[in-house]
């Protein structure tokens, strides 16, 4: 695996800071949900389906208290896990599982929670761009930083976020916006606009240097949609910031690896991707000694 970062030790990072930023007092509605057992053949954890406030809007979101089992009864963190194009769905569900079984408290937004699920053909390349492009960065943003705000209502003291595809785009502009956000993973999200928009204002390699928080970033090296000369000009761009960061190109690896529900699963690359991400929750999120 290719792997690239700055040349700042781990127990040297420094962060942003988790100052506390007024966002608003957050409604909960709260319903029992069932939950079930993916194909990875994880053990299920305790899920609710809730909704939480953002502005005027009512953001519904599946949230996982940490496993029984797990060693920390009490969140000692959280993460925002924030979902591919195609919505809040059992795959995405599952992975907020595998965090609270780690003792997290996982929180899994869902994006579409005004206009409801969309109904997109994966073979339809042009239709889910111009999907995607008509999506507003800002207002997703404000969903997602309302959900940190949530999580620390919580008792969570640190948040950090992960997301896919699209969720992994959100995920680093989150990272670029935020000042409560700990720390953010990015699954091959996309890096450059072609054009700047009214929902597209700003191009993601251009607010590299602007992070503020640490973040990791996965890409496939065969990834028909993120070019690697895309991925070098964000390492290049993350060269002129302060904050620590990471760059892995996974050999072999196509879009969506990490997605065990789909073709493009690399079981391989997945397995230590989610390594990888659990050691930099676990020093960002959960131990920021040094920060």
């Not at 780690?102 to 997109?120: C, V």
């Not at 889910?128 to 492009?133: D, K, N, Q, S, V």
């Not at 079981?267 to 659990?278: G, I, P, Q, S, V």
Request: hydrophobic share 45%; with cysteine; charged share 20%.
């Amino acid at each position: 695996m290719e792997k690239s970062e700055q040349n700042i030790s781990r127990r040297t990072m420094i962060g942003a800071g988790a100052a506390a930023i007024a966002a608003g007092k957050l409604g909960l509605i709260e319903a029992v949900a069932q939950t079930t057992v993916a194909a990875t053949g994880s053990t299920p954890a305790a899920g609710r389906e809730i909704t939480y406030n953002s502005g005027d809007a009512a953001i519904k979101a599946f949230v996982v208290r940490p496993d029984a089992k797990s060693k920390a009864q009490k969140p000692q963190g959280a993460v925002l896990v924030i979902h591919e194009i195609w919505g809040l769905n059992d795959h995405i569900r599952d992975v907020a599982r595998r965090f609270a079984q780690q003792g997290y408290l996982a929180l899994a937004p869902d994006l579409y929670s005004r206009e409801g699920a969309p109904q997109l053909d994966i073979n339809n390349r042009a239709a889910l761009m111009e999907f995607i492009a008509a999506l507003p960065d800002r207002r997703i943003v404000a969903d997602l930083e309302a959900g940190v705000g949530y999580l620390m209502e919580q008792g969570a003291a640190r948040v950090g976020s992960v997301g896919f595809c699209m969720g992994g785009l959100y995920s680093y502009l989150l990272a670029a916006k935020s000042p409560r956000l700990a720390a953010a993973v990015d699954f091959y999200g996309r890096i450059v606009y072609a054009e700047k928009t009214e929902n597209k204002p700003e191009s993601p390699v251009d607010l590299a240097a602007q992070l503020k928080c640490p973040l990791l970033a996965n890409f496939g090296e065969t990834d028909a949609g993120i070019p690697l000369t895309d991925v070098e000009r964000l390492r290049e761009q993350l060269k002129l910031g302060r904050q620590p960061w990471k760059v892995n190109v996974y050999p072999g690896a196509g879009h969506a690896f990490f997605n065990d529900t789909r073709p493009a699963y690399n079981k391989n690359a997945a397995a230590d991707a989610w390594r990888e991400m659990l050691e930099f929750f676990r020093v960002h999120v959960l131990q920021p000694t040094n920060r």
